[in-house]
């Protein structure tokens, strides 16, 4: 299976093992006309990753978005590998949009991106917008506030509703 291969390989780029004979041999078993086999003949140095790309697009809705996401995914983690940092970074921030949230490329790019100090965006479930949710009203306090937590409210900076910036390390 593709996925098989290009995973092993990634894990053996991952721990600096050299498998060019053992991806050889694996990509030899493999039908190169269907998705993915396209990574792993751009692994091979048998495409180029404009190829792999242009494979991945050659899907349809879903299958497309998923296929786009696998493709950045493994393309990014060979120009981690090799050296290429800018490039992989690149294409781990394309992917955030284009990975389904809950799979596991999804959780690499997190994963790689957190790791790289990059910063994350979002990662979409779907395309569709998501309904805007429906205002509540404040909460009462139970007991009134002191004018010493007041004036300790008044002070936090936005965007720091707990008061934390500053005190953690």
């Given at each position: 299976?593709?996925?098989?291969?290009?995973?092993?390989?990634?894990?053996?780029?991952?721990?600096?093992?050299?498998?060019?004979?053992?991806?050889?041999?694996?990509?030899?078993?493999?039908?190169?006309?269907?998705?993915?086999?396209?990574?792993?003949?751009?692994?091979?140095?048998?495409?180029?990753?404009?190829?792999?790309?242009?494979?991945?697009?050659?899907?349809?809705?879903?299958?497309?978005?998923?296929?786009?996401?696998?493709?950045?995914?493994?393309?990014?983690?060979?120009?981690?590998?090799?050296?290429?940092?800018?490039?992989?970074?690149?294409?781990?921030?394309?992917a955030e949009r284009s990975c389904a949230a809950d799979s596991q490329e999804a959780h690499l790019v997190k994963a790689d991106l957190k790791k790289s100090g990059a910063p994350p965006r979002?990662?979409?479930?779907?395309?569709?917008?998501?309904?805007?949710?429906?205002?509540?009203?404040?909460?009462?306090?139970?007991?009134?506030?002191?004018?010493?937590?007041?004036?300790?409210?008044?002070?936090?900076?936005?965007?720091?509703?707990?008061?934390?910036?500053?005190?953690?390390?």
């Open positions: 299976d593709s996925y098989d291969v290009m995973w092993l390989h990634i894990a053996r780029l991952r721990a600096g093992v050299d498998d060019r004979a053992e991806l050889q041999a694996n990509a030899a078993k493999l039908d190169h006309s269907i998705w993915p086999a396209h990574v792993v003949s751009y692994f091979t140095g048998k495409a180029t990753a404009a190829e792999v790309l242009a494979g991945a697009a050659k899907g349809e809705g879903a299958a497309k978005a998923s296929q786009t996401c696998e493709a950045l995914v493994f393309l990014s983690q060979d120009d981690m590998a090799k050296g290429r940092k800018e490039d992989g970074l690149a294409r781990l921030q394309t979002a990662i979409l479930a779907s395309t569709a917008p998501k309904p805007a949710a429906p205002a509540s009203p404040p909460i009462p306090r139970s007991r009134p506030q002191s004018q010493k937590q007041a004036q300790a409210q008044a002070q936090t900076p936005a965007g720091d509703p707990l008061g934390l910036r500053g005190r953690l390390k």
